[in-house]
């Protein structure tokens, strides 16, 4: 035990520690200029919505299913239905949310150091 403490030892001291070289750096849009930022916000915007477009329309199409699978009296398509919603549900909080989803992973990386 002692004979690998002490080569850890031996080999952390002769190994200089590496220097971050993305130390102080942090990502910036703004140096491509005005019109780029916009740009760039405008058609993430547009991409956003249309997934919550998209997705709305799959929660509302696994609700309808599921809604006329009960009312048939079809079990397997209940099933199908249900899980369907659920599933569409959450993706639809995940892309309603995705903005502050990405800020806290930005927020925990930043913080560990990364």
Partial sequence: M???????IIIRSAVPAAQNPL???QPDISVFGVKFQSAIELVLGGIWALAMIL??????????KWGFARQ???SDDIEEGAAGAKKS???FAAVAGASVILGGILALTSAAGA
């Fill in 23 to 25: 130390g102080g750096v």
């Fill in 72 to 74: 048939r009296g079809h």
């Fill in 89 to 91: 549900g959450i993706a």
């Fill in 55 to 64: 997705v709305a329309a799959a929660f509302l199409w696994n609700l309808a």
């Fill in 2 to 8: 002692f004979s690998t403490i002490t080569s850890e």
